[in-house]
């Protein structure tokens, strides 16, 4: 805050005065003819300690306060990322993110601060000499203003250049971080596929971009370095221009131990200080794009609010597991055509819907509004009879269960911790989930059983086996609403059986809404909604829809092959459920 950039330029400026006041006072003992005298030395003592005291806490507070800053730049850059409308993923790369969170931050932690610190002491050095040179040497206020205006035109030509430099570098080093991960990921098909050189080469270009940009930064800064060392020796010839001509014309008397010691200030100023400052300065102003950066992270449009008061009279939500979907219309973006576009159905309590359409059609996005990933531009969504805008997102999120397409364990927890990660549920309850899963006997063969490590990426499960654990949670949960987002389409036949089998028996009653990759998954399911063009084309039992012919969804079945159609349709019209 204000208060303390304040405080902190009171402390420098104290501290640096009392570093003059010494300096002067021991040229004046230099003169004294008794120069014996304790009291002489007492006073140097005690105003070296003062400087002593007054550097230690002035580097304390400066580097507090600074890394204080740097650590609430970083907490509210997570906040807000965390809060973040899901298009603020679909905008952003992970190289994008990881960098805001690795360079830059690094920089805010490591870098910036120290900068800062070597900054502020030397202006104040800097301020310092010039300030004594100036008392001692009045006629230099005449070399001050050229020298001046010539410096400010160069830094100002030297920040212009440098900011958008830096930026440009770290544009450039975004894609490097996004690529090493593709290639990481995706190492074993590169391969396989013989794409090394491509990818070679595609990386060499994203290189190449980095470093232009990074060495023209460093070009421009030795530019600006030598202009300032000739700065600085203008500054240290005119004043022993002015200190000679003074002193051998007598115009007026100069105390020639505090001129001596004003000029050797000046020419250490010249020779280390003044172009370490000027340099020092710019690296501000460029570090200082970091926290710009931090900073548009740390403004986010949020999502909804997590709790709102009506959440306190709706503690029995669901009271039921119907939903209606009223004219519904999403979009990922407003730039961006609709994803759903105006869409109506209504599902009864304990149903069972299979939702198809081609990559596109809108399915996932149907999954995300329910959710409220995605927000009604228009329309609204009922659920048991409450519209679930009016809830906060954590009841309309912890009223569902979701079994998404690719299964999330979180690495470096424990399997127990997985399954209930709010520790809600007895041992008992979480054995007997597992086992409706067949997962328990697989745990138990682990060693440490339930209180076993999750490895980073659930690597210590196969797909299938995470894919089980996850529906295992939603057991535990006892959800009136399971939403499958495709879970079956990354595992094999045996475990898509144990998937359906377990939902079939343990959600006796619980509205299901399923993303069918597999149709024969929901073949024998209440109803089928087809999408297509963020629509819906068909609406129905499955026995319905495969009447209708030419209907999307009996061209579908079709396609599968005669064989697999045959069975489809048998199993359709064997159903028990009514058109």
């Known amino acids: 805050g204000v208060w303390v950039f304040f ?27 008794d120069q014996d005298s304790p009291s002489w030395l007492r ?16 580097g304390w507070l400066s580097f507090y306060f600074l890394i204080k800053a740097s650590q609430n730049l970083h907490d509210l850059m997570t906040r807000s990322v965390l809060l973040s409308k899901i298009e603020f993923f ?24 120290l900068t800062i610190y070597d900054f502020m002491v030397g202006a104040f050095i800097a301020l310092g000499s010039i300030a004594m040179t100036i008392v001692v040497l009045p006629f ?19 920040i212009t250049t440098t900011r958008e430099l830096k930026r440009l570098e770290g544009l450039g080093r975004s894609p490097i971080f996004a690529m090493l991960g593709e290639a990481n990921s995706g190492v074993a098909t590169i391969r396989t596929n013989n794409s090394i050189n491509y990818f070679r080469d595609r990386f060499e270009k994203i290189q190449d971009a ?34 000679v001509l003074f002193q051998d014309q007598g115009w007026f008397g100069v105390d020639p131990a505090v001129l001596g010691l004003s000029l050797t200030m000046l020419l250490q100023l010249a020779g280390t200080n003044f172009p370490w400052i000027v340099r020092q300065s710019a690296e501000v102003v460029n570090q200082m794009v970091s926290v710009e950066r931090i900073s548009a992270f740390g403004k986010l449009p949020p999502e909804a609010d997590l709790t709102v008061k009506y959440d306190e009279s709706a503690k029995s939500w669901p009271a039921n597991a119907s939903i209606k979907v009223s004219n519904l219309t999403v979009r990922y973006r407003a730039s961006l055509p609709s994803a759903l576009s105006d869409i109506a159905f209504e599902i009864e309590s304990g149903q069972r819907v299979g939702v198809v359409g081609r990559t596109g059609s809108g399915k996932s996005s149907l999954v995300q509004a329910l959710l409220r990933i995605l927000e009604a531009e228009r329309g609204k969504i009922d ?62 063969d682990i060693p440490k059983g339930l ?17 089980l654990i996850c529906l ?72 319905y829809l495969l009447s209708l012919k030419g209907g999307h969804f009996a061209s579908m079945v079709e396609n599968t092959g005669i064989q697999m159609a045959r069975r489809l349709n048998e199993r359709a019209n064997n159903s028990k459920k009514k058109d």
């Open 7 to 33: 405080t902190l330029f009171i402390l420098f400026a104290i501290t640096q005065t009392s570093a003059l006041a010494s300096i002067a006072q021991i040229g004046k003992w230099a003169e004294q003819k």
């Open 43 to 58: 006073l140097i003592l005690v105003l070296g300690a003062t400087v002593v005291i007054l550097s230690l806490l002035r």
């Open 90 to 113: 679909d905008t952003n790369p992970v190289g994008r993110i990881l960098n805001r969170f690795s360079a830059d931050v690094g920089i805010c932690d490591d870098i910036l601060p």
């Open 140 to 158: 230099m206020l005449l070399a001050m203003p050229p020298l001046i205006w010539y410096f400010i035109r160069l830094r100002r030509i030297f």
């Open 210 to 243: 980095h470093t232009r940009a990074f060495f023209s930064f460093v070009a421009s800064s030795r530019w600006f370095a030598f202009r300032v060392d000739f700065i600085a020796f203008l500054l240290v010839a005119f004043s022993s221009f002015f200190a």
């Open 383 to 444: 659920v048991g009879d409450v519209d679930i805008s009016k809830l906060g997102l954590h009841m309309v999120r912890g009223g569902m269960s979701v079994i998404p397409q690719t299964p999330v364990l979180f690495s470096g927890c424990t399997v127990r911790e997985n399954l209930d990660p709010f520790c809600e549920y007895d041992e008992h309850a979480i054995r007997n989930a597992l086992s409706d899963v067949q997962m328990m006997h697989e745990i138990d």
């Open 451 to 467: 209180d076993s490590i999750v490895a980073e990426g659930g690597s210590n499960f196969s797909v299938g086996q995470r894919q």
């Open 472 to 543: 295992a949670r939603a057991i535990l949960r006892k959800s009136k609403i399971l939403i499958l987002d495709e879970p079956t389409a990354n595992v094999d036949t045996r475990t898509d059986e144990l998937l359906q089998t377990a939902i079939s028996k343990s959600f006796v009653g619980a509205t299901i809404i399923s993303v069918a990759h597999r149709l024969e998954s929901i073949i024998d399911y209440d109803k089928i909604l087809v999408l297509g063009g963020g629509k819906i084309l068909e609406n129905g039992s499955p026995k």
